[in-house]
C-alpha cells in the first residue's frame, strides 16, 4: 500500500529535490508531459534575455566569431554526446530531427549501396517512417521503406537491408528495446544501425558507443528542456565520419565556409552533418537546458526514473484498479522509458478531464494515455496528487463530457 | 558636390526617419551589415521574453494550440508573402534556405522527370550550388548541377535543363536579375524558375507571381531583421502546389499529422513543405522583424534605398576617388540590390579598419567590400560619416597594419 507519506519521505531523501527550483512551472499544475515539450528552465530566459539584447543587439555579426556562434553546433553536441554515451566530435545540434534522419538514412543507404532497403517497425514514429520514404522517393529505383512487426525486426535484416532504422523508447508505449542487441543483429547481417533517441535522450541511459550504433538522431525539445521546436541533434559514429556523406550538403558543411568555394568540399568530421546557417536563439535555450541536465548525477536519475515510474504504476492499480486501464507500458520498469502509458477505450476525454484539473499528460491515438516523468523537476509527491485526479475523473466519470470530446490540432 | 547638410537635410524629410527608434543599434557603430546580420527590433525582444515566459513558461504543451505555435510557419509565410508578391498560402517560414533549396529543387527536377540538369550561374553563392550538388547525389544517374556564367544563363536553358536556379540579388556585388525576363526565358525553354532571395527580401521590390516565378526561397536574418539563423522562407506558386511534392517529407508537411498515419499522405498547399517540428523561439523573433517591416511604406523603402546607394557611391567617389576603390556593384541603382560594393587588393584590411572605427561593411573573398543599405535604420548622416572613416582609412594607411590581417573565422 502506497500513502501519501510513502511519497512525501521520498521527497525528502531524494537528491535531486533542489532541481526543482531551477524550472519555471505553472501553480496548480502537475506537468507529466515533459516527454512532449519539456518545461522552461529559469536560467534559459536569463541567457535568452542576454543572448538577444548584447550578443546580437549589440555586438551584431562579430558575435559569430567573438561569441562562438559558428560552434555552437559542435559545442553543444559534445556536451549533448555526454548524455548518449558518444565521444567529443561525435554529435552536432542542428535542424530538426526528421531532418536530420534524412541525412544518416542517406548516408547509411550511401555507405551500403549494394543494398535498397530501409528497415524499421510498424508503428515508429510516423515522421521516422515518412522521412525513410521521402528518401526512397528521390533514390529511385529499387529503394523501398520495408516495416515490420516489432519482433520480426531482427529476423529482417536480410542481405537487402541497408539500414535498420528504429526508435529506442516506443513514443506510445514507452516500451524500450534492447539497443547493443538489436544493433548487433543488424551487424550481423551487414547492414547499419541508426537509433532515434527521441524519448531517450535525457530519460533513461543510453551508451550510442558501448552499444556499437553507427548513427543516431534526438530530439531538443522533450527530456532536454530545449524549448518548443528547439534544435534537434544527430550522432555519426567516428568510424564511419570519413566515409559518410549526406545530402543537405549546405555551407556550414563545407570544409571552409566562409572561402566560398563553388564545389562543395566536406568538413571532416562531424561538421560536414551541418547544412545551413545555425539558428542561434534556438541552440541557446537548448544548450541551457542540456547544461542543467548535465548537472544532475545520472545514477541518481535513472534510479527516481524507475522508481516514479514504478509507483506511478502501482498507485493507478492501487486506486483505480477497477476502472479499465490497462497498462500498455511493459511492467518491468527495465524496459521502459521513464513513461507509463494505459489504454482505456475514453482515453482522449480522460486526459482531457485530467487537464482540467491541472494534470498534463497527453493522448496518443488511438487509445492511449501516456504520462512522462521527468526527475529532475517532478516531485514523488506529484504522483500521489495526479493519481488521486485520475481517480476522481474516472470514479465520477468526468470524462463523460462533450467538452473533453473535443479535438484540438495538437493532441 | 554632398556635404554633410545634402545628408543632413534628406534626413530631416525622410518619412522613414521614426522607425530607427525601433531597434537596437550600439552606440557608436555605423551598420552597414544588414544584409549580413539585421539588427535587433527593440520589440523582438519583449516577444521572445512574453513567448518564453508566458506561452513556454505557463502554458507549456497547450500553447501549440492556444498560442497558434502550430501555424506560425504559415502564418508567418503569409505575411512574407506581402513582401514579394506572393498570395497568402503560398509562402511558409521555415528551416534554413539550404534546406528549403533542396526540397525546392527536388520538387522541380520532379514536375520535369525527363530533363536532368539544374542549370544555374557561376558565382551563385555556394550554398545554392552545394546543395544542388547533394541533390544530385541522391537523384543518381544522369542528373547534373551545371553552371554557365551570368551572361549565358538564358541561352543555356536546352531541354536538358528541369530547372534555373538563380540568386535575384548577387551577395558580392549586388548586381540584380531582371526577374520576369530571366523566369520568361526559362519557361519559354520548358523548365522551372527557382529564384534565391536572399539579398532581395526586404531590399529591393519583388513580385514573384507578377514575374510568374514557380519557386523561391529567402532568408530570415539579413533584411527581415529575424535574428541569427532565423528561419527562412520558401514559396511555391499556387498552381504547382498540387503536383508539387518534396523529400523532406516530415510529420508537419502530413496532411493529418496527429493522427499518427503510417504512410506519408501530403497536406494540401503550402503545408506539405514544412518537414519537422516548427522551432518557436525562432520563429516569433522572426515575425517581429517581418511585422516592423510591414509597417513601413514599400515605396518609401525603395526610394530611401536608392537614394542611399547613389549617395554612398557618388561619396566614395568624390571623397576617395584616388584610392583605387573600383566599384563592383552595377553603376545604375536600378539594376543592384540596396548594397554598394567595391573591389580593391587590400580589401580583407580596409574592411577590419573600417570596423575599428565603428563602421561595419564587410569582405567577400577575393577583394570585396561589401557594404549594405537598410533604410529601416539607416541616416543619410550615417553615409557621410562612413564615407569620412573611409577616407581615413585609406588618406593614412590604417589598412596596412598586420592585425587587420588576422582572418576570423566568420569574414
Not at 508503428?123 to 522517393?137: C, H, K, R
Not at 533513461?204 to 558501448?210: A, F, M, R, T
Amino acid at each position: 500500500m502506497i500513502t501519501s507519506e510513502t511519497l512525501s519521505a521520498l521527497d525528502r531523501e531524494d537528491p535531486l529535490g533542489p532541481f526543482r527550483e531551477q524550472f519555471e512551472l505553472p501553480e496548480g499544475v502537475i506537468y507529466l508531459d515533459g516527454n512532449s515539450l519539456g518545461p522552461l528552465p529559469r536560467r534559459t530566459l536569463t541567457r535568452l534575455i542576454d543572448v538577444t539584447r548584447e550578443e546580437w543587439g549589440q555586438s551584431l555579426i562579430t558575435s559569430w566569431n567573438t561569441h562562438g556562434w559558428l560552434r555552437l553546433p559542435q559545442s553543444i553536441g559534445d556536451k549533448i554526446a555526454r548524455i548518449i554515451g558518444a565521444a567529443p566530435g561525435e554529435v552536432v545540434a542542428a535542424d530538426s530531427t526528421s531532418v536530420n534522419l534524412f541525412k544518416l538514412l542517406a548516408a547509411a543507404c550511401a555507405l551500403r549501396p549494394e543494398r535498397k532497403v530501409i528497415l524499421t517497425e510498424d508503428g515508429n514514429f510516423p515522421t521516422d517512417i515518412y522521412m525513410a520514404e521521402g528518401l526512397v522517393s528521390v533514390l529511385g529505383a529499387g529503394y523501398e521503406v520495408r516495416t515490420v512487426d516489432r519482433e520480426n525486426v531482427a529476423a529482417s535484416v536480410t542481405d537487402e537491408v541497408a539500414v535498420v532504422m528504429l526508435t529506442h523508447v516506443d513514443y506510445r508505449t514507452g516500451a524500450m528495446l534492447d539497443m547493443t542487441s538489436v544493433t548487433a543483429s543488424a551487424h550481423a547481417a551487414g547492414a547499419l544501425m541508426l537509433w532515434d533517441l527521441a524519448h531517450s535522450a535525457g530519460a533513461v541511459p543510453v551508451d550510442l558507443n558501448g552499444a556499437h550504433a553507427d548513427f543516431a538522431v534526438g530530439c531538443g525539445y522533450k527530456y532536454l528542456n530545449g524549448g518548443p521546436g528547439a534544435p534537434a541533434f544527430l550522432f555519426v559514429a567516428a568510424r564511419h565520419q570519413d566515409a559518410a556523406h549526406q545530402p543537405l550538403s549546405g555551407w556550414m558543411g563545407h570544409a571552409a565556409p566562409f572561402d566560398f568555394e563553388q564545389r562543395y568540399r566536406p568538413a571532416e568530421g562531424i561538421t560536414r552533418h551541418l547544412a545551413g546557417t545555425p539558428a542561434i536563439l534556438a541552440l541557446v535555450a537548448l544548450e541551457e537546458g542540456v547544461d542543467l541536465y548535465l548537472e544532475a548525477d545520472a545514477e541518481d536519475l535513472r534510479r527516481k526514473s524507475i522508481l516514479m515510474t514504478e509507483c506511478f504504476a502501482a498507485l493507478v492499480a492501487q486506486e483505480c484498479g477497477d476502472h479499465g486501464l490497462t497498462l500498455a507500458s511493459p511492467a518491468d520498469a527495465g524496459n521502459r522509458g521513464s513513461q507509463v502509458c494505459f489504454r482505456h477505450d475514453e482515453g482522449y476525454a480522460i486526459i482531457q478531464a485530467l487537464i482540467a484539473r491541472g494534470v498534463v499528460g497527453d493522448f496518443r491515438t488511438p487509445d492511449i494515455l501516456r504520462f512522462g516523468f521527468a526527475p529532475l523537476y517532478l516531485r514523488y509527491q506529484d504522483l500521489w496528487n495526479a493519481v488521486t485526479h485520475l481517480r476522481h475523473v474516472m470514479d465520477k466519470r468526468e470524462w463523460d463530457n462533450p467538452d473533453f470530446r473535443i479535438k484540438a490540432a495538437v493532441t
